[in-house]
């Protein structure tokens, strides 16, 4: 059954702007994308909104519902009460463009800097030949859709503009990740985690894991396996042993 949805929406450019109110009809198994494209098709045709797949695959039309990182075609409006009002902003860590259009290229500005594969030879046939186990455990971060909502529910960066220079992100430490652990990568690339991407600076709070669309264990399976790599080749007792005696 249809009811009128009241929803407050964040209109405005670089400039600057507010949340304007508007009340939109809705259907029963709708979500907030179908909403704001009837708002735009009735009401407010000048409403800029990042969309592509409508399938929670392209990544395009994150934004922040109720103050929280959410694609808007795969956040049903059943999720909330239909007396509730509905507050939809573009993502907070990135700059706005208009409305609910943010200019993500910190993250690939970001991405420009992860290493590249370097994998061993190829066998005499011609062929790489990996563990099945090792291909899976990489297979998970490839599954990432690129919204960054991970990135702007990290709060090292949310609330820390100045962050931004020395730090990369959660999406940019699923690449090291991949880097680390595939299994023909003949590079080190602990230093660039730590120096390059900032990897330190994470205090694994599990924010980015919980709003993946794509329930990537971002924390577990790739942020902390990467810290304590960090963590071996820093504090290594033989690298450190070395140390102290050629510098003696
Ligand atoms: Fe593609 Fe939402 S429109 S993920």
Same mark, same amino acid.
């Given at each position: 059954?249809?009811?009128?949805?009241?929803?407050?929406?964040?209109?405005?450019?670089?400039?600057?702007?507010?949340?304007?109110?508007?009340?939109?009809?809705?259907?029963?198994?709708?979500?907030?994308?179908?909403?704001?494209?009837?708002?735009?098709?009735?009401?407010?045709?000048?409403?800029?909104?990042?969309?592509?797949?409508?399938?929670?695959?392209?990544? %395009?039309?994150?934004?922040?519902? =109720?103050?929280?990182?959410?694609?808007?075609?795969?956040?049903? +409006?059943?999720?909330?009460?239909?007396?509730?009002?509905?507050?939809?902003?573009?993502?907070?860590?990135?700059?706005?463009?208009?409305?609910?259009?943010?200019?993500? %290229?910190?993250?690939?500005?970001?991405?420009?800097?992860?290493?590249?594969?370097?994998?061993?030879?190829?066998?005499?046939?011609?062929?790489?030949?990996?563990?099945?186990?090792?291909?899976?455990?990489?297979?998970?971060?490839?599954?990432?859709?690129?919204?960054?909502?991970?990135?702007?529910?990290?709060?090292?960066?949310?609330?820390?503009?100045?962050?931004?220079?020395?730090? %990369?992100?959660?999406?940019?430490?699923?690449?090291?990740?991949? +880097?680390?652990?595939?299994?023909?990568?003949?590079?080190?690339?602990?230093?660039?985690?730590?120096?390059?991407?900032?990897?330190?600076?994470? =205090?694994?709070?599990?924010?980015?894991?919980?709003?993946?669309?794509?329930?990537?264990?971002?924390?577990? =399976?790739?942020?902390?396996?990467?810290?304590?790599?960090?963590?071996?080749?820093?504090?290594?007792?033989?690298?450190?042993?070395?140390?102290?005696?050629?510098?003696?």
């Amino acid at each position: 059954m249809g009811y009128d949805l009241n929803m407050k929406v964040w209109r405005g450019d670089e400039s600057g702007g507010d949340l304007a109110d508007y009340v939109v009809p809705v259907e029963e198994g709708e979500v907030v994308l179908d909403a704001l494209h009837r708002l735009q098709a009735t009401q407010a045709g000048d409403l800029a909104v990042r969309w592509n797949c409508k399938a929670g695959k392209c990544g %395009s039309c994150s934004a922040e519902i =109720n103050g929280k990182p959410r694609l808007t075609c795969m956040t049903r +409006l059943s999720l909330f009460e239909p007396d509730e009002t509905i507050t939809v902003t573009p993502l907070r860590t990135f700059p706005v463009v208009r409305d609910l259009v943010t200019d993500v %290229s910190y993250n690939y500005e970001k991405a420009k800097k992860v290493p590249a594969l370097s994998p061993e030879p190829r066998q005499p046939d011609g062929t790489y030949r990996m563990q099945q186990e090792d291909v899976e455990r990489g297979q998970e971060f490839r599954k990432c859709i690129e919204c960054f909502l991970c990135q702007s529910v990290c709060h090292v960066i949310r609330d820390h503009e100045d962050n931004k220079e020395a730090f %990369s992100g959660p999406r940019l430490f699923l690449r090291y990740a991949e +880097l680390e652990m595939h299994p023909l990568e003949t590079g080190d690339h602990r230093e660039a985690a730590k120096a390059e991407a900032g990897v330190g600076l994470c =205090n694994i709070t599990k924010c980015c894991t919980e709003v993946c669309p794509e329930s990537i264990k971002i924390t577990d =399976n790739a942020i902390i396996p990467v810290k304590e790599r960090v963590v071996d080749r820093s504090y290594d007792p033989l690298v450190w042993l070395g140390s102290k005696i050629f510098r003696r």
